[in-house]
Protein backbone atom coordinates (compact mmCIF):
# COMPACT_ATOMS: atom_id res chain seq x y z
CA UNK A 1 0.00 0.00 0.00
CA UNK A 2 3.25 1.94 -0.44
CA UNK A 3 3.55 4.82 -2.80
CA UNK A 4 6.78 4.18 -4.14
CA UNK A 5 6.42 3.07 -7.73
CA UNK A 6 6.35 4.41 -10.32
CA UNK A 7 9.02 6.62 -9.82
CA UNK A 8 7.98 10.60 -9.75
CA UNK A 9 8.90 12.26 -12.66
CA UNK A 10 7.72 15.11 -15.17
CA UNK A 11 4.20 14.51 -15.10
CA UNK A 12 2.90 15.23 -11.69
CA UNK A 13 -0.66 13.16 -11.98
CA UNK A 14 0.90 9.44 -12.13
CA UNK A 15 -1.75 7.44 -10.26
CA UNK A 16 0.43 4.84 -7.83
CA UNK A 17 1.04 1.39 -8.82
CA UNK A 18 -1.68 -1.16 -7.44
CA UNK A 19 -4.13 1.33 -6.73
CA UNK A 20 -7.04 2.54 -9.18
CA UNK A 21 -8.02 5.96 -9.43
CA UNK A 22 -11.94 7.27 -9.85
CA UNK A 23 -12.77 11.44 -10.24
CA UNK A 24 -16.85 12.83 -11.10
CA UNK A 25 -15.50 14.97 -13.62
CA UNK A 26 -12.89 14.52 -16.29
CA UNK A 27 -10.08 16.45 -13.99
CA UNK A 28 -7.61 14.09 -12.30
CA UNK A 29 -5.70 15.64 -9.53
CA UNK A 30 -3.87 12.52 -7.83
CA UNK A 31 -0.21 11.26 -8.18
CA UNK A 32 2.94 9.83 -7.04
CA UNK A 33 5.35 12.91 -5.45
CA UNK A 34 8.89 13.15 -4.07
CA UNK A 35 8.01 16.39 -2.77
CA UNK A 36 7.22 14.91 0.92
CA UNK A 37 7.32 11.16 2.40
CA UNK A 38 6.95 10.44 5.93
CA UNK A 39 9.08 6.78 5.06
CA UNK A 40 10.55 5.96 1.86
CA UNK A 41 11.27 8.78 -1.00
CA UNK A 42 7.41 9.06 -2.08
CA UNK A 43 4.10 9.94 -1.15
CA UNK A 44 0.70 10.50 -2.69
CA UNK A 45 -0.80 13.81 -3.82
CA UNK A 46 -4.75 14.82 -3.84
CA UNK A 47 -5.13 18.55 -5.18
CA UNK A 48 -8.73 19.85 -5.54
CA UNK A 49 -10.59 20.09 -8.45
CA UNK A 50 -12.56 23.41 -9.59
CA UNK A 51 -16.10 21.80 -9.74
CA UNK A 52 -18.07 23.25 -6.60
CA UNK A 53 -19.14 19.55 -5.71
CA UNK A 54 -16.25 17.39 -7.31
CA UNK A 55 -14.34 14.42 -5.42
CA UNK A 56 -11.66 12.25 -6.77
CA UNK A 57 -9.66 9.09 -5.26
CA UNK A 58 -7.83 5.80 -5.04
CA UNK A 59 -8.52 2.97 -3.90
CA UNK A 60 -7.48 -1.24 -3.57
CA UNK A 61 -10.02 -3.94 -3.42
CA UNK A 62 -9.07 -6.75 -1.32
CA UNK A 63 -11.50 -10.35 -0.44
CA UNK A 64 -13.51 -10.00 2.41
CA UNK A 65 -15.34 -11.95 4.72
CA UNK A 66 -18.80 -11.46 6.31
CA UNK A 67 -18.07 -10.70 10.40
CA UNK A 68 -14.01 -10.48 10.02
CA UNK A 69 -12.44 -6.80 10.82
CA UNK A 70 -10.94 -4.64 9.27
CA UNK A 71 -8.41 -1.81 9.53
CA UNK A 72 -7.44 0.85 7.46
CA UNK A 73 -5.57 3.77 8.33
CA UNK A 74 -3.25 6.18 6.21
CA UNK A 75 -0.71 9.35 7.28
CA UNK A 76 -2.26 12.97 5.86
CA UNK A 77 -0.35 16.10 5.59
CA UNK A 78 -1.39 19.65 4.42
CA UNK A 79 0.28 21.75 1.66
CA UNK A 80 1.53 24.80 3.45
CA UNK A 81 1.69 26.44 -0.56
CA UNK A 82 -1.78 25.10 -1.33
CA UNK A 83 -3.39 24.44 1.63
CA UNK A 84 -6.61 22.82 2.12
CA UNK A 85 -9.43 26.03 1.74
CA UNK A 86 -13.50 26.22 1.19
CA UNK A 87 -15.62 23.70 2.59
CA UNK A 88 -13.19 20.65 1.05
CA UNK A 89 -12.00 17.50 2.95
CA UNK A 90 -10.78 14.74 2.97
CA UNK A 91 -12.05 10.85 4.30
CA UNK A 92 -11.25 7.67 4.06
CA UNK A 93 -13.34 3.99 3.62
CA UNK A 94 -14.41 0.90 3.46
CA UNK A 95 -16.64 0.10 1.44
CA UNK A 96 -18.06 -3.39 1.13
CA UNK A 97 -19.46 -5.20 -2.29
CA UNK A 98 -21.57 -8.35 -2.74
CA UNK A 99 -20.95 -11.46 -5.38
CA UNK A 100 -22.25 -9.07 -8.15
CA UNK A 101 -20.06 -5.95 -7.40
CA UNK A 102 -22.88 -4.17 -6.17
CA UNK A 103 -22.05 -1.67 -2.76
CA UNK A 104 -23.87 -2.83 0.13
CA UNK A 105 -22.69 -0.51 2.73
CA UNK A 106 -19.43 1.68 3.48
CA UNK A 107 -17.87 3.07 7.10
CA UNK A 108 -16.59 6.38 7.25
CA UNK A 109 -13.25 7.21 8.97
CA UNK A 110 -12.95 10.92 10.25
CA UNK A 111 -11.87 13.63 7.70
CA UNK A 112 -9.66 16.29 7.55
CA UNK A 113 -10.12 19.65 6.08
CA UNK A 114 -8.24 23.53 6.62
CA UNK A 115 -7.46 22.80 9.97
CA UNK A 116 -4.92 19.62 8.54
CA UNK A 117 -1.43 20.33 10.09
CA UNK A 118 1.02 21.13 7.73
CA UNK A 119 4.22 20.93 9.53
CA UNK A 120 3.61 17.05 10.82
CA UNK A 121 2.24 13.79 9.46
CA UNK A 122 -1.59 13.20 11.15
CA UNK A 123 -2.84 9.64 11.54
CA UNK A 124 -6.36 8.67 10.43
CA UNK A 125 -7.96 4.92 10.68
CA UNK A 126 -11.20 3.51 9.82
CA UNK A 127 -12.14 0.42 11.46
CA UNK A 128 -15.25 -2.05 10.81
CA UNK A 129 -16.63 -5.70 10.68
CA UNK A 130 -17.48 -6.46 7.07
CA UNK A 131 -21.32 -7.07 7.12
CA UNK A 132 -23.26 -10.43 5.89
CA UNK A 133 -22.85 -11.06 2.24
CA UNK A 134 -19.67 -8.90 1.68
CA UNK A 135 -17.23 -10.97 -0.22
CA UNK A 136 -15.42 -8.21 -1.16
CA UNK A 137 -14.17 -4.80 0.80
CA UNK A 138 -12.36 -1.62 -1.09
CA UNK A 139 -9.99 0.81 1.02
CA UNK A 140 -10.87 4.21 -0.56
CA UNK A 141 -9.16 7.33 0.12
CA UNK A 142 -11.00 10.89 -1.13
CA UNK A 143 -10.73 14.39 -1.90
CA UNK A 144 -13.78 16.25 -1.94
CA UNK A 145 -13.31 20.02 -3.35
CA UNK A 146 -16.38 21.97 -2.29
CA UNK A 147 -16.25 25.94 -2.52
CA UNK A 148 -12.25 25.87 -3.47
CA UNK A 149 -11.85 26.68 -6.71
CA UNK A 150 -9.95 23.83 -7.53
CA UNK A 151 -7.04 25.04 -4.82
CA UNK A 152 -6.22 22.92 -1.78
CA UNK A 153 -3.63 19.99 -1.72
CA UNK A 154 -2.83 17.12 0.63
CA UNK A 155 -0.53 14.06 0.98
CA UNK A 156 -0.98 10.65 1.62
CA UNK A 157 1.59 8.15 2.95
CA UNK A 158 2.67 5.01 4.99
CA UNK A 159 -1.49 3.03 4.47
CA UNK A 160 -1.80 0.24 6.53
CA UNK A 161 -4.10 -2.65 6.45
CA UNK A 162 -4.93 -5.53 9.01
CA UNK A 163 -8.00 -7.80 9.51
CA UNK A 164 -8.53 -10.14 11.79
CA UNK A 165 -11.43 -12.91 13.06
CA UNK A 166 -14.56 -11.74 15.21
CA UNK A 167 -15.54 -14.32 17.46
CA UNK A 168 -17.46 -17.63 16.08
CA UNK A 169 -20.80 -16.99 15.35
Known amino acids: MSFEQPAAGENPYVCPDHWFWFSSTP ?7 DRRAKDGLQSCRLRGQSDEEAYQ ?3 QRFKASPGQEYTFSVFVMNDRKDPIIGASYGQISLEWQDEAGQEISRDYGPAWHHELRFDAWTRFVVEAKA ?6 GVVVI ?3 SRNSGGYGTFYIDD ?6 SGPAR
Open 27 to 33: ELFIGVT
Open 57 to 59: GIA
Open 131 to 136: PDHAVM
Open 142 to 144: TFF
Open 159 to 164: CDFDSR
